[in-house]
Nanobody
Framework: QVQLVESGGGLVQPGDSLKLTCQDS????????MAWFRQAPGKEREFVAAINKYGLAYYVPGKGRFTISRDNAKRAVYLEMNRLEPEDTAVYYC???????????????????WGQGTQVTISS
């Protein structure tokens, strides 16, 4: 049973930075597209960023404050978030796509495994 475990969330002030980590227990991590999604209270889960098995990153236009990266040796994917804003407050989820194309999907249903999420709160 593959497990994804997110960490690194917390309460920070506007303008601060956070780096989220997702640890993957699976053996085929280096073959998979990985992504970060987030869900704010009362809203649908939305795509934030993805990275394919070759290390190419894809973002929502306008999310230049975020950087996704991966370390296949550690079976981990990261999301570095800078200049955080109150609107970034959400639960952040890591997800993996078992049979994704070279350009990762941005759709929630295309990801088979999900972590439990980590809360990120931006407040002064």
């Amino acid at each position: 049973q593959v497990q994804l475990v997110e960490s690194g969330g917390g309460l920070v002030q506007p303008g601060d930075s956070l780096k989220l980590t997702c640890q993957d227990s699976g053996r085929t991590f280096d073959l998979l597209n990985m992504a970060w999604f987030r869900q704010a209270p009362g809203k649908e889960r939305e795509f934030v960023a993805a990275i394919n098995k070759y290390g190419l990153a894809y973002y929502v236009p306008g999310k230049g404050r975020f950087t996704i990266s991966r370390d296949n040796a550690k079976r981990a994917v990261y999301l570095e978030m800078n200049r955080l804003e109150p609107e970034d407050t959400a639960v952040y989820y890591c997800a993996e796509d078992l049979d994704g194309p070279q350009v990762p999907s941005r759709r929630v249903p295309d990801y088979e495994h999900w972590g439990q999420g980590t809360q990120v709160t931006i407040s002064s």
